[in-house]
């Protein structure tokens, strides 16, 4: 069931919850003007203490350094709540900027 959703004209960021796991599914940019838009949702679903957040970037087509911090203070709350959060669709463009900023490890992304 999709729970919610946030839009900026360039970004948009899906929740969808099922039972003990979560998916947000991120499209666009991400950048500082969109990411208290993905912290609300990141929020959300966690909120529900899935087991499992899925974060989809196989939409995502650039990400500053706004958008890593989101994703990297999402994955330390999902370590500390004992949520496996997993990236997964990760665009080479996106891994890259991810692998340089040494977040890629952090994150823990794997071969998609």
């Excluded at 839009?7 to 003007?33: I, S």
């Excluded at 838009?37 to 196989?58: I, M, Q, T, Y």
């Amino acid at each position: 069931m999709i729970k919610g959703s946030a839009v900026v004209d360039y970004f948009n960021v899906a929740l969808t919850v099922g039972h003990d796991r979560a998916r947000l599914q991120l499209q666009g940019e991400l950048d500082a003007a969109a990411a208290g838009r993905l912290v609300a949702l990141f929020d959300e679903a966690c909120a529900g203490e899935p087991s499992l957040l899925l974060v989809d970037l196989s939409e995502l087509s650039f990400c500053d350094s706004s958008g890593i911090h989101v994703l990297l203070v999402a994955a330390a709350r999902c370590a500390k709540s004992q949520i496996d959060m997993r990236i997964v669709g990760t665009r080479p463009n996106v891994r890259r900027v991810l692998e340089l900023m040494g977040s890629a490890e952090v994150l823990r992304l794997g071969e998609d």
